[in-house]
Structure formats: C-alpha cells, structure tokens
C-alpha cells in the first residue's frame, strides 16, 4: 500500500527567507505526486504536480517541487516566503485506477514578520 | 465559474445518528471523491463515483455510503455516529480520467457529541 510522510509537523521561517518542505513517499510503481495548500476554513488548493517528464515542476503562487526517485522525495520549495504563505501543507500521492488521493500528515508553515 | 460546493458547512449530531453530506462538483465534471480529516492529520479518501458508478473505496466500515446522481452532484451518508466520525469531510470533483486534478470544495465540519 502506498503511504506518504511528512517529517515536519511544524516549521517557521521568516519572511523572505526560503522554504523547503519535505516529502518521502512509497509507492510500488511511478507516483503521480500532488502538493496541497490548506488556509483555515478552506478546502484545499493544488499547488503543483507531477505525472512524468521534467523532474522539477513549477507550480503557482512560486512554488516549485523535485521529484527525486533514488530517494522517493518530492520536497516543496520556495525562494522567499511571504507572510500569506502561512497555512498547512499536504504532499499526496495518487494512486489506483481512480487516482485515489494519499495524503501525508501535513506540515504547518508559520511565517514570523 | 462557481467551484466545488459542500452543504452544510457545519453540522452537530449526537451519537447513533444519521447524516447526509451533499457535494456539487465543477459544472462538466464527472467524477466525484469523498474524504475525511480529522483534526490534525491530512484526509483520508473514502470513496470515489465516476458516472455514477463506484470506482473505489477507502478503509472505512459499511456505516460510510455514498451515491452520485444524474446531475454528478454527490451525498455521502453516515449511520450510528460515533464520536470518531467527527471531522471535516471534503468533496473534490474531477473530470474523471487518469490524469487530471481533483478539485476540492470547503468540506463540511462534522460534530458528533
């Protein structure tokens, strides 16, 4: 069965500075990889993801992501981190006929000022 | 173009009870997915309807049905809540083939006292 983890529950950086979260993943076949937003109260927004081809995919908001398959990652990066970055992010692989979503435990960005 | 809709927003329940969630997806899609989060963890699929058919199931027991109807708008019905049912259910549609995103909806916050 596949499965997704987060190591980071929490992190804070401040703003302007750079962001990197990380994802590992398991997964027996080629993952289709899915990185997630979550603001309080909302539902969730897709930020970027990978089905194949170019292994560093460009999502919005100046988000971008690698996909590493020697080390079953999909870590989540951005230059300079803005203050309405702050919110909970979730890595997910999809899988199945149905693309069935997987989703990690998430990790909460706060953004000191 | 209006997105992913979920009614209602918040619902209070007792233990035994039954519930009705209701989703409409994104005009012209065709596919419909439901999940669960609990509070402090990423979502965790539960069922997902392509053309009205069901195409898969999460590890959820018998108590958790769904259905999608003509129109693709969707209802996910719970029998004999327990107090482990309260979280937030989302909704995410997509157009249903292989490669493409599910977009989700602002899930509807479920308490069970």
């Known amino acids: 069965a596949q499965s997704v983890t987060q190591p980071d529950i929490h992190i804070t950086v401040s703003e302007g500075a750079s962001l990197e979260l990380r994802c590992n993943y398991s997964?027996?076949?080629?993952?289709?990889l899915f990185w997630y937003v979550q603001s309080p109260g909302q539902g969730l927004q897709l930020l970027l993801k990978?089905?194949?081809?170019?292994?560093l995919v460009q999502g919005i908001k100046g988000f971008e992501a690698e996909f590493k398959r020697s080390q079953s990652s999909f870590n989540l990066r951005k230059p300079s981190v803005h203050w309405s970055d702050a919110a909970e992010y979730f890595c997910?692989?999809?899988?199945?006929?149905?693309?069935?979503?997987?989703f990690g435990s998430g990790t909460q960005l706060t953004v000191l000022p | 173009d209006a997105g992913v809709t979920q009614s209602p927003t918040h619902l209070i329940k007792t233990r035994g009870q039954q519930v009705t969630l209701r989703c409409s997806p994104i005009s012209g899609h065709k596919s419909v997915s439901w999940y669960q989060q609990v509070l402090g963890q990423g979502p965790q699929f539960i069922f997902q309807?392509?053309?009205?058919?069901?195409?898969g199931r999460g590890n959820f027991p018998d108590r958790f049905s769904a259905r999608q109807f003509p129109n693709y708008s969707s209802e996910l019905n719970v029998n004999a809540l327990l107090l482990g049912d309260s979280a937030l259910y989302l909704c995410?549609?997509?157009?249903?083939?292989?490669?493409?995103?599910?977009?989700f909806g602002p899930g509807t916050r479920l308490t069970v006292l």
């Open positions: 997964y027996g076949a080629t993952p289709y």
């Open positions: 309807y392509y053309e009205k058919e069901e195409r």
């Open positions: 995410a549609s997509s157009w249903g083939g292989r490669d493409n995103e599910q977009f």
């Open positions: 997910a692989v999809g899988s199945g006929s149905a693309r069935q979503l997987t």
């Open positions: 990978y089905f194949s081809g170019d292994t």
